[in-house]
């Protein structure tokens, strides 16, 4: 268990539609990182928020915004779903300092967009 | 932008059997992590490196952080079942407040009893 939570575990939506991802990190951990998995892309980075601020992008698409709240967990958003969505998605966390470069994942929602 | 070529793809090796995975970027990195991840479930940190030439272990897992940073090695011995999944290698420049990582497309690891 890396101590990283999210929810839900699946979810099944159709086109069109917006759904949210939720992130709770480590505990003490100010950094979290959005990830979308797929089998043709592999691990592909989208955001990276630090202490409630986005602080890296990647290839992330218009139709997807996320936040981090005060109490540092994170939501992604997702919208306008297109069958091209459906992936797996990662929430990471990690700490301050030396070790910071050590994200620790949870255990993804994986979202199908039917 | 940075890729990883990680390879072999796929492995299949008799219980017991050493392995061994690589991979390379066609730039440098400051560090190197090895992940393991299973069916349905997040990757899982294995090993990180944060020096050229660093030899880390991890139980029967070592690995290697090149002197050139652009690759890195991850050697199991004694392979067992439990070993079976998918080993990502992944390369990152930033820590901390701004970062993220690229990751290889993964080496999956099938173990016969």
């Known amino acids: 268990d890396s101590g990283v939570t999210q929810t839900p575990k699946h979810l099944i939506t159709a086109t069109g539609q917006r759904v949210t991802l939720r992130c709770s990190p480590r505990?003490?951990?100010?950094?979290v990182y959005w990830y979308q998995q797929s089998l043709d892309q592999g691990l592909q980075f989208l955001i990276q928020?630090?202490?409630?601020?986005?602080?890296a992008k990647g290839n992330i698409l218009e139709r997807f915004s996320a936040q981090q709240f005060p109490d540092l967990h994170s939501e992604l958003n997702l919208s306008s779903l297109e069958l091209g969505d459906s992936a797996l998605y990662f929430c990471?966390?990690?700490?301050?300092?030396?070790?910071?470069?050590?994200?620790?994942f949870g255990p993804g929602t994986r979202l199908t967009v039917t | 932008g940075q890729q990883l070529n990680q390879s072999p793809q796929s492995m299949f090796i008799q219980e017991g059997e050493d392995v061994s995975m690589n991979c390379t970027s066609s730039?440098?990195?400051?560090?190197w992590l090895w992940y393991k991840q299973d069916p349905g479930e997040g990757p899982v940190l294995l090993i990180a490196l944060y020096k050229a030439g660093e030899l880390t272990s991890n139980g029967r897992l070592t690995a290697q952080f090149g002197i050139t940073r652009k690759d890195s090695f991850l050697n199991i011995s004694a392979s067992i079942p439990s070993d079976v999944g998918i080993y990502f290698c992944a390369g990152s420049n930033y820590g901390g407040s701004q970062g993220n990582l690229i990751f290889g497309k993964g080496t999956k690891l099938s173990v016969k009893p």
């Open positions: 928020y630090y202490n409630g601020e986005e602080r």
């Open positions: 730039s440098i990195f400051n560090t």
């Open positions: 990471a966390s990690s700490e301050q300092g030396h070790n910071s470069y050590e994200q620790y």
């Open positions: 505990s003490g951990d100010l950094s």
